[in-house]
């Protein structure tokens, strides 16, 4: 354990104070949780965080200092200005539901000494936001810890990999990625995370040392010729792991948006990358101008808002020489173009970081918005996390300015509740895409990373993959098997939180399975509401979630455990309500037999509970519309 660390808990048992110091709290409206702020005996800012009477964080030194580790030191901790208290709400374009309380008791402090410094402090009902500010010319680090009160346990966000986890605090040993959620019990449950990640900062990295239970952010150089302010420290609190998946803390941080995004039309996406090399009825689906158009008409038919053309449609997308306007297919491109916008079908273009760099890239985008693409899906972005932070950004602001939305892949900076401020920001693939994985994608990998990776934001995971007989297929890109059943596959795309749900196959897979096609079609963003209904991390999750036409999806999934589960209706307003209910068969199993189905017609109240069950690796989809 390093000095610092162990300074700052010897020193503190509890909130200890400097003889003379004060320390402040800041409580969130309901009253249940607390953000505690101090000076210690060597002056250093030192917070802790209670909630439900429980403290869970604390205590943990936060704040500037001059090298990397070094503590921060300061002479007075005073309170600026009163109490803030603001009681609003936020109507998005689109989320995980039309109507956002914006409730929270906010105050600033000031830090006196060589260095003066402010931290702005946050509390909301569903956790505490804080963040520091420096005016200062030169180097200096940010020196931000959270010091956990017992041994909890904690899972992490690990790139393209299985999540870490679940793994005992004193376990860490090493970096770790955020997001970050904790179970503290069977009862309560804590995620850290940041927001509002200014466009030249660093993303927030945390290490940890076997033994300890503290993280501390990775300290990277801030350099700075005026005033300097971090991103917020996010440490969400909830009785359950699916309130923090339900939570908009995150995007609530970040400024709102400037300019008309009214243009931005998120929904379900087709994609040609998986049906290159698919066959049906003598029909080879490969990445042309007829495949294409057949995925548009389908997508017309079913209401879908976009195709995804993806990599090499205008040359190797890693050559140098690959003109991202002009090379290879871009006539074709042009000509799929109009004719989805004649169906009103949007098409996205993929574009590589090496033409992204090589080529001008504002040219390049306001190229793709005389075109009239929708968006545009960006790939393999290089450089350091500070490089890609700030190139990201800078596209994304582009991307709006050219009316186009915009899907990060390939190890993209993490989400931060940009979508905000950004609303064309709809997604990326803040996870390992499943079709890219078999190797580390089980059924418990996606039931673990909507616990973890998608309470940062939209995810892009690429689920609804529908041929699913044991075997390799006949795709020309990871042509494994998936892991999964047809209902669990369908049962993904609406339990995935994204603004572009990305779905891989081809028409005639999705018309093999007519009810969950249903269900599919019925996914009709923007979301009028999202409940997580039920679920425990790595085990199963249950998802509801209101569409823009009024009716009600219920999804479930699990991992490599069969299970039934009693699903309550009580979210349902009065009246009679009739369910198209879609499970697994009796013998349908991920391992031998993905592709069985079962399902029934029931007429349903708010007071019905459905049961369902659920095979090994599998999922149930449940469809409700007002009784005519």
Not at 302 to 319: C, I, K, R, T
Not at 391 to 406: D, E, F, G
Not at 504 to 511: F, H, K, L, Q, S
Not at 606 to 611: G, K, T
Request: glycine share 8%; hydrophobic share 35%; aromatic share 10%.
């Amino acid at each position: 354990m390093n000095l610092r660390r162990i300074t700052a808990m010897a020193a503190l048992l509890g909130l200890c104070l400097a003889a003379g110091a004060r320390g402040y709290d800041v409580k969130s409206p309901d009253g249940k949780t607390v953000f505690s702020l101090s000076l210690d005996a060597s002056g250093r800012p030192v917070y802790a965080v209670r909630t439900g009477g429980t403290t869970v964080v604390g205590p943990s030194v936060t704040g500037f200092a001059a090298e990397p580790g070094a503590a921060p030191a300061y002479t007075s901790l005073k309170k600026t200005g009163g109490l803030k208290k603001v009681r609003t709400e936020w109507r998005p374009l689109w989320g995980k539901r039309s109507v956002v309380p914006d409730r929270y008791n906010a105050r600033t402090f000031r830090l006196d000494g060589d260095s003066p410094a402010t931290i702005e402090v946050r509390v909301y009902d569903e956790g505490v936001a804080f963040r520091a500010s420096r005016q200062a010319r030169g180097t200096f680090y940010e020196t931000t810890d959270f010091a956990f009160a017992g041994d909890y346990t904690a899972w992490y966000y690990n790139g393209e990999r299985h999540n870490i986890g679940p793994e005992k605090l004193s376990d860490a040993d090493g970096e770790r990625l955020p997001l970050m959620t904790v179970q503290v019990n069977d009862g309560l449950y804590l995620a850290v995370h940041e927001a509002a990640l200014s466009p030249d900062g660093w993303p927030m990295r945390l290490s940890s040392e076997k033994g300890s239970k503290t993280l501390s952010i990775i300290p990277e150089p801030i350099e700075t010729q005026g005033t300097y302010t971090s991103a917020w420290r996010v440490i969400m609190c909830s009785d359950t792991p699916g309130g923090l998946v339900d939570s908009h803390l995150l995007e609530l941080l970040n400024p709102e948006p400037e300019g008309d995004f009214g243009w931005v039309k998120p929904g379900v996406a087709l994609w040609d990358w998986r049906i290159d090399g698919a066959v049906w009825d003598g029909y080879h689906y490969g990445m042309n101008y007829d495949s294409w158009t057949r995925m548009i008409d389908f997508a017309a038919e079913q209401g879908f808002s976009h195709l995804v053309l993806d990599a090499n449609w205008y040359g190797p997308e890693f050559a140098k020489d690959s003109d991202p306007t002009k090379g290879d297919k871009a006539r074709d491109v042009q000509r799929i173009i109009r004719y989805g916008r004649d169906k009103g079908v949007g098409v996205w273009l993929y574009l590589n970081d090496v033409a992204g760099t090589n080529y001008p890239i504002e040219e390049t985008l306001a190229q793709y918005e005389q075109w009239g693409a929708s968006g545009v899906k960006y790939g393999f972005m290089n450089g350091t996390p500070q490089e890609k932070n700030r190139k990201t950004q800078n596209i994304t602001a582009l991307c709006a300015k050219h009316h186009l939305m915009v899907d990060y892949h390939d190890y993209p900076v993490h989400p931060f509740g940009q979508m905000r401020t950004w609303p064309n920001a709809v997604t990326r693939e803040y996870c390992k895409a499943q079709l890219d994985g078999r190797q580390i994608f089980y059924p418990k990998t996606f039931v673990t990373s909507v616990f973890v990776n998608m309470v940062a934001g939209p995810v892009d995971m690429n689920n609804g993959f529908m041929e699913l007989h044991q075997g390799r297929t006949t795709r020309k890109d990871n042509n494994q098997e998936v892991p999964s059943t047809a209902t669990a596959e369908i049962a993904r795309t609406l339990i995935t939180w994204s603004g572009a749900t990305v779905i891989p196959d081809i028409p005639e897979y999705y018309r093999k399975y007519p009810r969950l096609l249903e269900f599919l079609s019925a996914e009709k963003q923007p979301w009028k509401e999202s409940i997580t209904l039920d679920g425990r991390i790595g085990e199963y999750i249950v998802m509801m979630r209101q569409n823009a036409d009024g009716d009600f999806l219920v999804a479930a999934a699990t991992d490599e455990d069969a299970r039934t589960l009693d699903i309550p209706l009580s979210f349902l307003p009065k009246g009679s309500w009739a369910a198209a209910v879609n499970t697994d068969a009796e013998d349908t199993d991920y391992r031998t037999n993905r592709e069985t189905c079962a399902s029934y017609d029931t007429v349903v109240t708010s007071a019905a509970v459905l049961s369902v069950r659920l095979a090994p690796g599998g999922g149930a989809c449940i469809l409700l519309r007002p009784q005519r």
